[in-house]
């Protein structure tokens, strides 16, 4: 019933969009992030210098390992622990190298020598840096090994040396 001068309704605009209840909401897509992967394994001392991991061979510790990326960028940069073990976790997938930096008085091993990719030396010994290496997403390569060895300390040559005679020894 609608009375004369009763009060009406006047809508107001509040801005404020009404919302529907039970009204299903659209599926969005997230960014799921991919699984990250791992490059690694150990720096040896090559004591005889053939490029193979051989028994009784053992890491060296304190050695600086870097990745990089395929245009040579510095990423990351590592020393090797006590055994000689070295590591770059949580990489995403994509393209890298991993060099070494030589210490004083070692030499890098030939390259990928022998049959077994696990226990060979993959650097160039030109320049201690691996070929690309292409990670996937959540892979772990733990078979880039590097090898050195140490130069032999020079020995010394025995030299006769005349000492001409003088007024107080002849």
């Not at 309704?9 to 969005?28: C, D, K, Q, R, S």
């Not at 030396?121 to 320049?127: E, G, R």
């Not at 390569?141 to 007024?167: C, R």
């Amino acid at each position: 019933i609608y009375q004369l001068g009763a009060p009406t309704a006047t809508p107001t605009n509040t801005g404020v969009p009404p919302t529907a209840t039970n009204t299903p909401v659209p599926l969005t897509a997230t960014n799921t992030p991919s699984p990250l992967g791992s490059i690694g394994n150990k720096v040896w001392n090559d004591i005889n210098a053939n490029g193979i991991l051989d028994s009784g061979e053992v890491g060296v510790p304190g050695v600086s390992v870097q990745l990089k990326n395929c245009s040579g960028n510095l990423l990351r940069s590592v020393t090797t622990d006590g055994n000689g073990n070295y590591g770059f976790n949580n990489q995403a997938a994509g393209c890298y190298l991993v060099t070494v930096v030589l210490p004083n008085g070692f030499q890098f091993s030939p390259k990928d020598q022998g049959s077994n990719d696990a226990v060979d030396s993959d650097v160039n010994p030109a320049n201690g840096t691996t070929d690309v290496i292409n990670l996937a997403a959540g892979q772990q390569i733990f078979t880039v090994d590097i090898g050195i060895y140490q130069l032999a300390a020079p020995t010394a040559t025995p030299t006769n040396t005349v000492v001409p005679p003088t007024a107080t020894n002849t």
